[in-house]
């Protein structure tokens, strides 16, 4: 499984990248199968640099906040009014209102809103089977409804924070993987607001505590010097933490 980190900017899209997106491969079938873990603000314009858009079979949203959601509208638009003509429509999980939330973005009717172009399917409590990868949705703590998502496929394990607070379901997620892409928007010391998001050093406790292998720090905001937040991560994981870098790709 490979992932490619589309964007990482925490909250809003940065000088040197979009908002979240993680486009994740892995051949199957005959063929190469892409999934998108989120698809935030300015994502699907970087999207284009790394692989066609048009061969995406899903996308997984963590939640309904812009910068992780947003970009869906161009997609829309693109996958409707494609010269080529109008791309089959595919998946889209996350949370149970994504499908009206998403038609009142594009300021759409609800009835059709975008279900010609994308299947919405609500997260459940059971692991979804979608071509090589199978994906387990836990909720997780954000003023929202919002999910940690863990991706397996070819006997290798991804877990994704999204946007999330110190919680059970995030230490589940990030049981024993192989890579734990974490994000850590806030600093120690700070007066931060509880339940929204990590700093570094929690983020390098959850993946300490949860046995994961390697560490992939992501999501953190323009204002922060990202060599302290993994200094943070660091004194608190013995394992290999690194910065998740726009353009960049990563064997799982």
């Known amino acids: 499984m490979r992932l490619t980190v589309i964007g990482n900017s925490g909250s809003y899209p940065g ?3 979009s908002a979240s997106c993680y486009l994740l491969e892995e051949e199957h079938l005959g063929r190469t199968w892409r999934i998108l873990l989120d698809l935030g603000s300015g994502a699907l314009g ?11 079979d899903g996308v997984f949203l963590s939640h309904l906040h812009a910068d992780h959601c947003l970009d869906l509208c161009g997609y829309y638009v693109m996958r409707k009014y494609h010269p080529e003509g ?3 429509k595919i998946p889209v999980h996350g949370p149970a209102d994504t499908a009206r939330r998403m038609a009142k973005a594009y300021d759409l009717d609800e009835d059709p809103g975008m279900n010609e172009e994308f299947d919405f399917v609500p997260y459940a409590n059971t692991a979804l089977e979608f071509g090589p990868f199978t994906v387990t949705a836990r909720e997780v703590v954000h003023p929202v409804t919002a999910y940690a998502l863990r991706v397996e496929a070819g006997g290798r394990t991804l877990a994704y924070s999204g946007d ?3 919680c059970p379901g995030l230490d589940d997620t990030a049981r024993d993987a192989d890579l ?4 850590a928007s806030f600093l120690e010391g700070a007066p931060n607001p509880p339940d929204l998001h990590l700093t570094g050093a929690e983020a390098g406790r959850t993946a300490a505590g949860a046995g994961a292998q390697r560490l992939l720090l992501t999501h953190i905001p323009p204002w922060h010097d990202p060599q302290v937040v993994l200094g943070e991560a660091a004194s608190e994981y013995d394992g290999k933490v690194e910065l998740a870098t726009a353009g960049t790709s990563y064997d799982v």
Request: hydrophobic share 35%; aromatic share 4%; net charge negative.
């Open 164 to 166: 999330s607070g110190v």
């Open 15 to 17: 000088p040197e990248s």
């Open 86 to 88: 109008a791309l089959p």
């Open 180 to 183: 734990f892409l974490c994000e």
């Open 46 to 56: 970087s999207l284009q640099r790394h692989t066609d858009a048009r061969t995406i």
